[in-house]
């Protein structure tokens, strides 16, 4: 995708870099409500920001887009259809993790009910696995502007539909997928249990 002006906001391809790499970590462990700094521990976003610039795994710049204002990124989404999801290796995330790898495989067998569900992706869907906007730039419509993207995206990946999961407690993200037309389908755990973590929600393309 080349650079694509909206208002005062573009929206633009991840460069495969480094300073990149730690603003995608940014954005990616505040959508999963820190989730990736438990995974990785304390140099969870250098970690990433490691494996951000090789491809052909879920943390790639090749799946990330951002929203720049006067040149400063101010928020961004990764995202990818399931049949690239059906190539990924963990293999580049492993050799940016180094001593740290033996800690991720831990907490991955410890948290494996939900790194599957987190994993499950199907063939004919497309996947938002992060979406995040800088709190000082939010109610500008970067987010409804990224939403808008991403959906194109999806079309043009040929998928039937587009999936993500959301934090229960972030009601103002939920708001916003269902102005999009997404519906919640799932939670998980099963609120019958335990209190729930995650919402699972997709729309039909």
């Not at 229960?168 to 019958?192: F, I």
Request: charged share 25%; hydrophobic share 45%.
């Amino acid at each position: 995708m080349s650079d694509t002006p909206v208002g005062s906001t573009i929206l633009r391809p991840a460069r495969p870099n480094h300073d990149e790499g730690l603003a995608f970590a940014r954005y990616l462990d505040e959508a999963a409500e820190g989730f990736f700094g438990v995974l990785l521990g304390r140099n969870a976003h250098d970690i990433i920001a490691t494996a951000f610039v090789e491809p052909n795994h879920s943390l790639s710049h090749e799946h990330v887009t951002f929203a720049e204002r006067d040149g400063v990124i101010v928020g961004g989404y990764s995202a990818f259809s399931g049949r690239r999801h059906l190539a990924f290796s963990d293999a580049p995330l492993e050799r940016a993790a180094g001593r740290s790898a033996l800690r991720m495989k831990t907490m991955r067998l410890l948290f494996a009910p939900l790194w599957r569900i987190l994993e499950n992706v199907a063939e004919d869907e497309f996947y938002l696995q992060a979406i995040a906007v800088d709190p000082e730039c939010r109610g500008l419509g970067i987010g409804s502007l990224l939403m808008e993207d991403i959906e194109r995206c999806a079309r043009a990946s040929g998928a039937a539909r587009m999936c993500l999961h959301v934090a229960v407690k972030n009601d103002t993200a939920r708001r916003l997928y269902v102005r999009r037309g997404m519906v919640e389908e799932s939670e998980w755990p099963s609120p019958r249990f335990i209190p729930s973590v995650f919402v699972h929600m997709s729309k039909d393309l």
